[in-house]
Every structure is written in C-alpha cells, then in structure tokens.
C-alpha cells in the first residue's frame, strides 16, 4: 500500500491509483474489446485469466451456498448476475482468440511471435487443428491431386513461399481510444489529413482521443496499453 | 449502410455494445435497506432508503425492475441540457458535441425501464433521436472529406455510432490504402513498382464530392 507515498512522483501516484482502482472484470473488459478488434492474436494475458477464473469460480460457490441456505433471493439472484456477466467476459475472450486460432493456425505454428502469444492449451488445440485439418484435406482432397500440389502449406511445389497459408490483415482499419500519451510516430509517409499537423509526419495522440487507425503502425501502443481498441 | 458488398455485420452485436455500457455507473434512490454487495466487478452499498447511491447500470435496472428503487436520470439527460446539444449539434458542421460515450445505450435502457423516474419523457426522447439523427448524418457527409489518410481523429462520437460506421468506414479507409500504395501489395516484378512508387509523390486531385 502506498505508505511511502511522499517518495513518489504525482504521475506515479497517478498510475498506482489507476492500478488499484481498475477491477478485473475492468481489465478482462478491455482484453476481451481488444482482441475481438484487432486482426492478429495478441499476447495472452495469463495472469489476468488466472485471477478472473479463481474470482469466479469462488462466487459460484457463494452462489451455490445462497442456493442452498435459502438466503434472500433477490441477492442471490443479484450476485447470479454479476457472475453471469464475468463468466461471459472470460468465456468469450477465449472464444475469440479460438476462432482467430482456427483461421490462421498455420500462419501461428510457423511464427513465434504469434506461437509466443499462445497459453499452453491454447498451443495443444492448435497442434490438434494443424492435425486434423491437415489429415483432412490429405485425405479428401490433396491425396486425388497430382504430385506436385499435394502440400497443405504451398501451392505447388515451385512456391517460393507457403502461399496456401492465410495471414492476418494487419493493415485493416480499427477504432481506438487513448488511455496514455502515445509516442510520436510516422505513418509510413502515407497521406494525412487536415485533422492534424502536416508539417511533421508525426501523429500523436493524447489520453482522450478517438481516432480511427490503421492497425500496423499502432501494434505497440496497443500492446503497451497505451491505446485500446473500441 | 448503402454501400456494403457483403452483408459483414459490425463487429460487436448491438447487445455487446449495451454490455459495455451496463457497467457505467448510475445514481439510484433506493426504498429498502440491503447489506453491501461484494461482487467480482467491485463493492456497492450498503443501501438504506431515501439514501442515493451509485451502482453499475445493469444494477440499477435489475433492482428497478424488482421495484426496490428508484433511479435518478443523469445531468446530461435533462430538456434543458439536451436542446443545448441539439442546437449545437445542428450549427457546428464538423465537430460533435460532448456527450457520454454510452449517451444511446443509457437513454435507451431508462427509457425502457425507468420511465417514469424521468422528468418530460416524451421530450427528453425525442431530443435524444434528435440528436442521433443529426448526428448520423453528420458522419455521413463527413466521410466524403476522408481522402486516403492513415489515421483519423473522430473526437466526441459515441460507442455506437461508433459501431454502426465502423465496417463501412474501415473497409473504405483500407480501400484508400491500398490504391495509395500499390507497392505495398506484394508484387514479383520490382521495376513496375518502382515506377508507381514515384507516381504517388505527385498532388493527387481532390475528390469531387
């Protein structure tokens, strides 16, 4: 607790209030928001996981208790509520990653950075698919074509690249709030409207501002926190 | 939206969008005495009568519902302080004015369940449609002046208008991209990319609006 708090700065103080003061269900909010705007996996927040399911799997037993003493229910069906509402938070961010998961195992399994961002049973159901789906293909499709092209990965043998394999778009367009000052960047020297300084290529956003962004430039502000998807 | 080639629906569903929202928080007057609620989402109470308190959105609608409380209309939803807005949505031709992020969602779930917690009810209604009309269209005609830009500030709009645009805005934005920088597309043969590259410097002509 902040018992020292004449030490620190007020920006510190600043930040170590926001940092007690956001709930869980607040943070599982924004990963959930996060992950289902944004076109690649982002890095799977496994703390935040862990301490949402201990939370909820404790109010299930307290419900399960009201239940049964015959407590008063309307506070029972109150506290139903609250559970009901960060189940489906925590449900469906994994649901979402799942589906981003199926739609480019592939592209997952060859990359580390994306194969990094996985949870460890996250990592087994994508083994599991690439299998599946591969044994699949082999044996309904691939198996009946001619040599060359029977490779799940490639084209045809002669593809330089693994151009059978979906990439996430990471140059689609998403909406974003800013939570901290973000840093100066350059957008690639693509065109800028009126709306900000052409004088500099910079664009900079301040905590407040709703900007529609093109996800590339933006992938480490969002990944510091310092932006977050709408 | 006109416009769209597929039917994509946006990217949250009307209902997530209301989720979002349910957790702002609102001032409720309550009729009963009830010990603190210890929930996963935060501590609320304890609630004794005639005493306001604030509570998540979802909460005030649950016990409303119930008939343990009454629930007390936010400032920003007063007659008076929305023709404010109206008037000022209706002269400013760019800018939006100020209004809570959820200011559609909250409206929408007192209208339906707190309806007669709100003073002129019928004209706070009709204001708020108002607005959003208004509103809407003013995103419309702004979205002509977009012309291949990489990123846009679009202060004060709200979370679902927000939603509603969001398809059509972003495929038309990566759209503009991509005919704005065609080496970005992967392409075998350097030269020809090379050519187009220096074809981008020039002034590009204004879009007929």
Redesign the interface.
């Given at each position: 607790m902040a018992s020292g708090a004449g030490d620190w700065s007020a920006e510190q103080i600043d930040d170590y209030e926001t940092l007690i003061s956001t709930?869980?269900?607040?943070l599982l909010?924004r990963a959930w928001?996060n992950e289902?705007?944004s076109p690649e996996i982002l890095p799977f927040e496994e703390a935040l996981v862990k301490r949402?399911k201990e939370?909820?799997q404790l109010?299930e037993e307290t419900v399960d208790d009201f239940a049964e003493s015959g407590h008063d229910p309307?506070?029972a069906?109150?506290?139903q509520?609250?559970?009901d509402?960060?189940q489906?938070l925590l449900r469906s961010y994994l649901r979402v990653r799942l589906q981003k998961i199926e739609k480019f195992m592939f592209h997952i399994w060859k990359m580390d950075t994306y194969r990094n961002r996985l949870s460890i049973e996250e990592e087994k159901f994508t083994e599991r698919c690439i299998r599946d789906i591969g044994k699949h293909l082999e044996e309904t499709v691939l198996s009946k074509l001619p040599d060359n092209y029977r490779s799940v990965l490639k084209q045809s043998i002669i593809s330089e690249e693994d151009d059978m394999v979906p990439e996430p778009q990471l140059?689609?367009?998403?909406?974003a709030k800013c939570e901290r000052a973000t840093r100066p960047l350059y957008?690639?020297g693509?065109?800028?409207?009126a709306?900000?300084d052409s004088r500099n290529d910079h664009?900079q956003m301040v905590p407040g501002?709703?900007?529609?962004?093109?996800y590339r430039?933006f992938q480490e502000e969002l990944m510091s926190g310092n932006i977050s998807l709408? | 939206m006109a416009g769209q080639s597929d039917p994509h629906i946006s990217?949250?569903s009307a209902e997530e969008v209301e989720?979002?929202a349910?957790?702002e928080l609102i001032e409720i007057v309550p009729n009963m005495r009830?010990?603190p609620?210890n929930?996963?989402?935060?501590d609320f109470g304890p609630f004794l009568p005639q005493i306001a308190s604030q509570v998540p959105l979802?909460?005030a609608v649950?016990?409303k519902k119930?008939g343990?409380c009454a629930i007390r209309p936010p400032q920003w939803m007063s007659v008076e302080n929305l023709t404010r807005v109206l008037e000022g949505e209706r002269e400013s031709q760019g800018a939006f004015q100020v209004l809570p992020f959820h200011y559609v969602e909250i409206s929408r779930l007192l209208f339906d369940h707190a309806r007669e917690d709100i003073p002129d009810m019928y004209m706070v209604r009709s204001l708020i449609e108002d607005i959003r009309d208004v509103r809407i269209h003013k995103v419309e005609t702004s979205l002509e002046?977009?012309?291949?830009?990489?990123?846009?500030?679009?202060?004060?709009?709200s979370?679902m208008e927000?939603n509603i645009i969001?398809p059509f805005?972003?495929?038309a934005?990566?759209a503009f991209?991509?005919h704005?920088?065609p080496e970005?597309i992967p392409d075998v043969d350097r030269a020809s990319s090379a050519q187009t590259r220096a074809a981008n410097n020039e002034p590009?002509r204004q879009l007929r609006r």
């Open positions: 709930t869980d269900v607040e909010k928001r289902k705007a949402a939370q909820i109010m309307l506070i069906s109150l506290y509520m609250d559970l509402r960060a489906f140059d689609t367009f998403i909406v957008l690639d693509s065109r800028q409207s709306s900000f664009f501002d709703l900007c529609i962004l093109r430039p709408v | 990217l949250f989720f979002m349910e957790d009830m010990d609620l929930f996963i989402c935060g979802w909460l649950a016990l119930r343990k002046k977009f012309s291949g830009t990489s990123a846009v500030k679009i202060p004060n709009l979370a927000v969001r805005v972003g495929r934005l990566q991209y991509k704005d920088n970005k590009r």
